[in-house]
């Protein structure tokens, strides 16, 4: 009886001794209305169905047996202790994909579109791209050195080239990095017997990924405090899917971050962009923030609150 079977999906299995025990230590404690030992015998056919509310999991156990079919609880089910279910939530749940509970089932008669009005905090540099490594010796002699910067928003590719220099070896001063406003580029001088690897900040700094600076080098891209991800996307199981590119997804809004160091950033939609819902009676809503590679975006603490509208379809 695994997790995903608890959570909606139906599951059928042979029951075993180690079986059996998990299900009188999942099952046996909770309320008095649980599964007595005799219930679920050695050998029996179990398929288990479960369909989850705010306070409460609903659990149908449907055992097959040489004697013919039997039901055991009583139709209505297994209900299990609310904090449980709150804790497999809880690890489930991450800040760029969720699920939110609602406290009550949502049922909306007629038809009707929801919207992004309001999204709350993400940083530019985080831990997947705060970090370079240089090499550096006399010689046939070098050492390769990890260097990072403090994860957090960046105003400006300014700040964000402070903080690298602050980071690189000052005495002797191997690398130099300049930025030029007027044509957004980044040019790096590595001394001869040294270099400088980017990692996953080249492309914040308007370079290859893991570009390798040997020699004076000029980038070959803008760069751009937010290149890492200047635009995200929410999708929302809420609604149904829509053209994105050669495929279909559930794309809520495309999003695109601002911000300065320490404030809270936020985006607020005057004008929503309103989709139709897919489903009229919800009490569970899945959220997903992705970048344009698909993956999730990497945000490294904090939270992440989106504020949805609903209104009734609008008929032009």
């Known amino acids: 009886m695994s997790e995903k079977r608890k959570f909606g999906k139906a599951g059928e299995s042979s029951v075993n001794k180690e079986s059996q025990k998990r299900s009188f230590k999942k099952y046996g404690k909770f309320t008095e209305d649980c599964t ?13 169905f479960a369909s989850t509310y705010y306070d409460s999991v609903s659990v149908h156990i449907d055992v097959s047996r040489n004697m013919g079919k039997t039901y055991y609880p009583t139709p209505e089910g297994i209900t299990l202790d609310p904090r449980w279910i709150e804790n497999i939530m809880r690890k489930k749940n991450k800040i760029s994909h969720f699920k ?52 957090g928003c960046y ?43 980017l990692e996953n900040l080249g492309e914040l700094l308007g370079f290859k990924r893991n570009a390798i600076i040997i020699g004076n080098m000029k980038s070959e891209f803008v760069a751009d405090a937010w290149s890492n991800f200047s635009v995200f996307y929410v999708y929302s199981d809420l609604i149904s899917p ?11 809004r495309i999003v695109c971050t601002k911000g300065k160091d320490g404030e809270t ?6 004008r929503p962009q309103y989709l139709p819902l897919v489903r009229h009676s919800f009490q569970t809503i899945q959220s997903e923030l992705r970048l344009n590679s698909g993956d999730f975006v990497s945000f490294e603490r904090g939270k992440v609150i989106i504020v949805l509208h609903f209104r009734m379809r609008q008929i032009l």
Not at 113 to 140: H, M, Q, R
Not at 170 to 176: A, E, Q, S, V
Request: aromatic share 10%; proline share 4%.
């Open 36 to 48: 007595y030992r005799w219930s679920i015998s050695i050998g029996d056919d179990v398929f288990v």
């Open 265 to 270: 950033i936020s985006q607020y939609y005057d």
């Open 242 to 252: 829509q053209i994105v590119g050669d495929t279909q997804a559930p794309l809520l």
């Open 155 to 197: 105003e400006t590719m300014l700040d964000i080239i402070s903080a690298v220099q602050l980071a690189l070896p000052k005495n002797p001063n191997r690398f130099t990095i300049i930025y030029n406003k007027a044509t957004k580029r980044v040019k790096i001088n590595a001394v001869q017997g040294s270099s400088l690897h």
């Open 100 to 151: 939110t509970q609602l406290p009550s089932p949502v049922c909306l008669n007629g038809e009707w579109e929801v919207g992004l009005s309001e999204i709350y905090s993400w940083l530019n540099v985080n831990e997947t791209n705060n970090y370079f490594l240089y090499k550096a010796g006399d010689s046939n002699i070098s050492l390769t050195v990890k260097r990072t910067i403090d994860v």
